[in-house]
């Protein structure tokens, strides 16, 4: 039985004949379906079902909020408007257009993945499930997105956003973030999902979870299209459910990170091509908290060659398992140190206005980018 309350399509659960877990899922189909089709946000990544549009957007919202996605996906796809010109780009151009979006190996694993849809599949996405998984940088949730999106194949689309709204609405305590019990809700929502329109299911899930049923803060079960059948809902356990493990602790690391100009130009490096930030550019920088009679010694130059030193403010960078606790110094040099002597091997002098243009710097030298001027 349907009726409209709050808006939206709810199904009212007899007390003395409470549905079983599966029969709970399939009666959210018709509410959620009928909730997207009105609340929907209008996304740029929304406007048609190009599979690589699909694709490009996926990746980028992986970690990063919408709004911050929103221009970098425009212009992504300005400069790289299909899977041929992204396969062909110039790795420290495409590095360059995804400065600020962090964990760069999403990138990196963008063009690979082009590069084999170029080789191997004639420069498009294959409509099927099983060959998507096969492909770079594309996991189940990826590979889910883009086959019900753009392919309708009815296959889920499991993110964090999804584990949330079907633990609560299902009242599940196991630990979402272990990958066998991410297996067994893909399983569920495989049997139960809407067959006909698999890609607005998916993305109906995903909404909720990013706009109702909030990952931060008490969720808005009076707008929610599965309010009726919500059984985290019913018991008020939002607080509990879903179980959280207790956080890892991150490593603390302390670096000291130098603005070194000479002749107006500023020195940079790129860091080795394996590890954290790979092959990314970077301010000149060292492990450990280095003292202001130090700075000469450790850039190995004479104390008369430097022409002007200043104390930054300290500043921090979290990553996911490391955090950086910096302290920083503007050191101006005087042009006799030759740029090709051991000391500068790994050096590059630039101009600061390639550094918006050609060379990616991290998020994690943000602090310091300011003192360039």
Request: charged residues 30%; glycine residues 4%; aromatic residues 10%.
């Amino acid at each position: 039985m349907y009726e409209n309350l709050y808006g939206q399509l709810q199904v009212l659960e007899r007390k003395d004949a409470p549905l079983s877990q599966e029969e709970r899922l399939r009666a959210a189909n018709r509410p959620l379906l009928y909730w997207y089709g009105k609340y929907a946000r209008k996304l740029p990544w929304r406007e048609n079902k190009d599979p690589y549009r699909i694709w490009i957007s996926e990746i980028m919202l992986q970690q990063t909020r919408v709004e911050a996605v929103k221009p970098y996906f425009q212009r992504f796809l300005k400069e790289f408007p299909d899977i041929p010109s992204l396969a062909a780009a110039e790795e420290d151009r495409l590095l360059k257009l995804w400065e600020g979006l962090g964990y760069y190996s999403r990138a990196r694993n963008l063009q690979k993945c082009a590069k084999v849809l170029t080789e191997d599949y004639g420069g498009r996405m294959p409509a099927d499930y099983k060959e998507l998984l096969k492909l770079p940088g594309i996991g189940s949730y990826t590979a889910g997105a883009i086959a019900s999106i753009a392919f309708s194949i009815p296959v889920p689309a499991v993110d964090g956003n999804v584990l949330r709204v079907v633990s609560r609405f299902t009242e599940n305590r196991e630990d979402m973030t272990k990958p066998a019990e991410k297996k067994k809700i893909e399983v569920l929502l495989t049997e139960t999902m809407d067959r006909e329109s698999p890609g607005d299911f998916n993305q109906a899930l995903i909404e909720v979870g990013a706009i109702v049923c909030v990952p931060n803060g008490e969720p808005k079960c009076m707008v929610c299209p599965l309010a009726s059948l919500c059984l985290v809902r019913r018991d008020n356990l939002w607080q509990e459910i879903p179980f959280k493990p207790p956080k890892r602790k991150r490593r603390m690391e302390q670096r000291t990170v130098f603005v070194v100009e000479r002749k107006g130009k500023i020195a940079v490096r790129k860091r080795p091509p394996k590890g954290l930030l790979a092959s990314l550019y970077e301010l000149p920088n060292v492990e450990g908290k280095i003292s202001e009679d130090r700075v000469s010694q450790v850039l190995e130059v004479q104390n008369d060659e430097i022409l002007h030193m200043e104390v930054l403010p300290e500043a921090k960078h979290i990553f996911s398992h490391v955090e950086w606790d910096m302290t920083g110094y503007l050191v101006r040099l005087s042009e006799t140190k030759k740029e090709d002597e051991k000391a500068w091997k790994d050096w590059i002098f630039v101009e600061k206005d390639e550094l918006k243009g050609q060379y990616p710097l991290p998020n994690a030298f943000q602090a310091y980018r300011k003192f360039i001027k």
